[in-house]
């Protein structure tokens, strides 16, 4: 899979912050290395509270690393000079601008590059009525529901065709249904054309549902990758149904053994404070 | 609801009433003053109030006053507004600035405003102008606390978002902070209308020769009591008037914010 440069390689990246306090300085991701294959979709797991986020922005080139090297497609990515051009971001929390109409939200990226207006809007529109909302390109993000705001937040992170999609945890939100459908959807969508991703989640099923990789995260402070395991399912894949193959099973298991002993190390953590 | 609207009628019917019964003269033997006509003297009469109303609408006198007590509180809002806007966004952005100027700030919004009326009465005369600069002085804090808390509010995910979609320092200037700022500001817009209002009337009540504080400064010393209330009521009514006008343009301009009854999920 990792044939000519990485879309993404992450370098022994260490992330500290400053305690508010002025005590000793937070360390939350401590020599971590990851890269990502030209349209791999890998998957990072970790216990809650382990820096999945912060390795997600150190990525994106919102947050710059205390240490180590970020490379977007061979080119060294600087936070301080700008985000990372060639990548989409899908937050956890809702990002959408709720004072723009649905239309208007998808079609942002494109008005923040200089895209004539009337262009935008038929580009949005396509997009509304690829994730399934056309129709509602004039209600405002009060008026759909979590589904909806996801699917629309799809629309206008793919609407600008980015090389690299990271998503983090974005379908944590919502319900069961919903979210196995949202899954569904992104893996046609991202069938079509083969973006690289690199998707957070704390939800191993959903991992290995998705991924052709997924990454083990230990427990923080100090996270650090401890597991890589290759994800060989059959494509194309439909989240629900691949649940109950043997195959899938046995990844589960493997790799929950792996990172079970880091839950309860994240668990005991968080009770102890 | 039109139980309410009774109901809300029939106060005002009392407190006419009773005005009427306590000021007429000898109609109830006087217990506090000594005199039978004291009572409407301090107080006026609301028969009396009423006609003084009549006869300024239907003279038309009192239009060219409210046209000039509504303009020092249209151009008094505007500019303080626009002022409070720029300086807001400037140091909500700004750090540096916003540590220093922050005693200032402070100190300058502590100050009893209403004092300076006097210092605008010598500056920019007896003009509308000096009103307008009181009315501005008002209504700059308002917006000015508002666009601040506003922009510092703006979720960082929101800004991540615009950032992570290309977004350059003056785009999100103009697609993020300011249309949050906004709806802080129009959260405060009826307050903001409302000193306005207060700006022109007790810059017009210090020293004028036109407008509603005018009319009621100039009956006030001939000791027309009656036709002091009619300006009160006079001007009551337009501040309810304006009130409902910012009600309307707010809800004009709003319609992306949810409102609890109208929040529809599909």
Known sequence: MSVGVPALALEKITCRFAARDGGEAYTAVADASLTVAKGEFVSVVGPTGCGKSTLLNIAAGLLAPSQGTVSVFGDRLIAENGVNRRAGYMFQADALMPWRTGLDNVIAGLEFRGVPRSEAVMQGEAWLRRVGLSGFGDRYPHQMSGGMRKRLALAQTLILSPDILLMDEPFSALDVQTRQLMENELLALWAEDKKSVLFITHDLEEAIALSDRVVVLSAGPATRPIGDFKVDLPRPRDVSEIRMTPGFLALHREIWAAMKEEVLKAYAAQKAA | ?266
């Open chain 2, 1 to 266: 609801m039109t139980r309410l609207r009774a109901l809300q009628i029939l106060v005002v019917c009392l407190l006419v009433v009773f005005w009427y019964v306590m000021t007429a003269p000898g109609l109830i033997p006087p217990f506090y003053f000594d005199k039978a006509n004291r009572a409407a003297f301090f107080f006026g009469e609301p028969q009396k109030v009423f006609w003084v109303i009549v006869d300024w609408f239907a003279t038309g006198e009192i239009f060219g006053h409210l046209a000039i007590t509504l303009l020092e509180t249209a151009l008094g809002f505007l500019i303080g507004a626009a002022v409070g806007l720029v300086i807001g966004l400037w140091l909500a952005l700004s750090p540096t600035a916003s540590a220093v100027m922050d005693p200032y700030i402070k100190g300058f919004n502590s100050m009893p405003r209403v004092v300076l009326a006097p210092i605008f009465a010598v500056w920019f005369g007896l003009g509308i102008w000096s009103k307008v600069a009181l009315g501005v002085t008002l209504v700059f804090f308002v917006v000015f606390f508002n666009v601040y808390q506003g922009v510092r509010e703006v979720s960082p995910n929101l800004i991540a978002n615009a950032r992570m979609l290309g977004a350059s320092r003056r785009q999100l200037l103009r697609s993020i902070y300011l249309p949050s700022a906004m709806s802080w500001v129009f959260a405060s817009l009826h307050n903001a209308v409302g000193l306005a209002f207060v700006g022109a009337v007790v810059g017009e009540y210090l020293g004028s020769s036109r407008g509603v504080g005018y009319l009621i400064l100039q009956a006030e010393g001939t000791f027309d009591i009656n036709t002091v209330f009619a300006g009160i009521l006079v001007l009551t009514a337009f501040a309810l008037a304006l009130d409902a006008a910012v009600g309307a343009v707010e809800r004009r301009l709003m319609t992306w914010q949810p409102r609890a009854s109208e929040t529809e999920k599909v």
